[in-house]
């Protein structure tokens, strides 16, 4: 490795704190964190819906019985269940900018162990130590690279958020482009 990089994992494993919270702890190597900007538990299970019918009803309409359209699940995340969390879109960016800030303040001293460890390591080469030492920095450089990792995550799961908003605020911005308020003179 590079003296100011660590090895990211390309899967995120869930935070110990998420895992404890569903009483999880067996599933540690299992479940995986959502990609950024999802609202899904992951640890939350899907609910199966039926497959479409391979072949179309003579009538074309769906079997009876079927209550939402295949392959679509009951909304999740903020507002479904009636409540809203609404963030300024400068919050969101600001908060991402300090998460890439500690990410930088983190990854370069935590790399930069790489060089001494090899050479305490070459030192005692053929002790136990020596061994012993190898395998902590390599520990050592997956559990920091995860930590990275993590702090990549949440910065880009900010930006998207404060995106998601802006884009809302303009699409609702251009809906109302063609409307007038009417004018207390009308009328008279």
Do not use: C
Request: charged share 20%; glycine share 10%; aromatic share 4%.
């Amino acid at each position: 490795m590079a003296d100011d990089t660590l090895p990211e994992p390309e899967r995120l494993p869930l935070s110990p704190d998420e895992l404890e919270r569903h009483k999880s702890q067996w599933g540690a190597s299992v479940f995986v964190a959502p990609e950024p900007g999802s609202f899904r538990d992951p640890l939350t299970p899907r609910t199966l819906t039926p497959a479409p019918p391979l072949l179309v009803p003579p009538n074309g309409g769906q079997p009876p019985g079927l209550l939402q359209p295949p392959g679509l699940l009951p909304p999740q995340g903020p507002g479904a269940s009636g409540q809203e969390l609404v963030i300024e879109p400068a919050v969101l960016t600001k908060a991402a900018g300090s998460a890439d800030e500690i990410h930088t303040a983190f990854t370069k001293p935590a790399a930069a162990l790489e060089e001494p460890a090899r050479k305490a390591a070459t030192a005692m080469n053929g002790w136990e130590s020596g061994k012993s030492l190898r395998a902590a920095h390599l520990q050592w450089e997956k559990q920091a690279g995860t930590v990275a990792g993590w702090l990549a995550h949440i910065s880009e799961s900010l930006r998207i958020g404060a995106r998601g908003y802006k884009t809302t605020d303009a699409g609702i911005d251009q809906s109302f482009t063609g409307v007038r308020r009417p004018s207390k003179l009308q009328g008279l």
